[in-house]
């Protein structure tokens, strides 16, 4: 992770994931073993594969703490539909 740029660390906290088992989760909220699994069958190409390595590294390196001041200032939720129940 060499000459890390502060952009990438924002966008694993705004990102969802666009597919697969935990499609639309923030990237930063993977599960670990969804990552390893990434990890040994081969990161997708591209910026997704770039940022999922990332978010591993930081997971597997226990640097979580780092992305607190990033997530207190970003909006991770979804517009939650309203439901009411009579």
């Not at 594969?49 to 991770?76: H, S």
Request: proline share 6%.
């Amino acid at each position: 992770m060499e000459g890390l740029n502060p952009e990438i660390l924002i966008e694993i906290c705004q990102v969802r994931m666009p597919f697969g088992k935990h499609k639309d989760t923030i990237l930063a909220d993977l599960p670990i073993s969804y990552l390893e699994w990434f990890q040994s069958q081969g990161m997708p190409k591209g910026k997704l594969g770039m940022q999922l390595a990332t978010i591993y590294e930081i997971k597997i390196n226990g640097l979580m703490d780092l992305l607190i001041p990033i997530r207190g200032k970003v909006n991770t939720q979804k517009s939650k539909n309203t439901v009411y129940k009579f």
